[in-house]
């Protein structure tokens, strides 16, 4: 299984912006859809953005559609978030996940898990 490891998270204002990234090793970064989710204190673990293998295809959830971007650099081996325009309601532990599929992606199943990266944003 690939390991991910995610940095970038950290305190910021309402309205800022934020880039989430998450370097992965351990496997072929180009054979694994990617995403990233979030969780809230006392919510679950929700789907947050999802990329394709080749970055040619990028799914949203409706909360952050026009504000969060997903990239990816498969000769970096990482995928980012950038984060703009951000809200008190974004506040939670991000993490990347790696999947076979955009699918499982979606589903919020991937097959390895990051540790996690905590954004905190301020009224």
């Known amino acids: 299984q690939v390991q991910l490891v995610e940095s970038g998270g950290g305190s910021v204002q309402a309205g800022g912006s934020l880039r989430l990234a998450c370097a992965a090793s351990?496997?072929?970064?180009?054979?694994?859809?990617m995403g990233w989710f979030r969780q809230a204190p006392g919510k679950e673990r929700e789907f947050v953005a999802g990329?394709?293998?080749?970055?040619?295809?990028?799914y949203y959830a409706d909360s952050v559609k026009g504000r969060f971007t997903i990239s990816r650099d498969n000769a970096k081996s990482t995928v980012y978030l950038q984060m703009n325009s951000l809200k008190p309601e974004d506040t939670a532990e991000y993490y990347c996940?790696?999947?076979?599929?955009?699918?499982?992606?979606?589903?919020?199943?991937?097959?390895?898990w990051g540790q996690g990266t905590q954004v905190t944003v301020s009224s």
């Open positions: 351990g496997g072929t970064f180009s054979d694994y859809a």
């Open positions: 990329i394709s293998w080749s970055g040619s295809s990028t």
């Open positions: 996940g790696a999947g076979a599929t955009i699918l499982i992606i979606t589903a919020t199943l991937p097959d390895s």
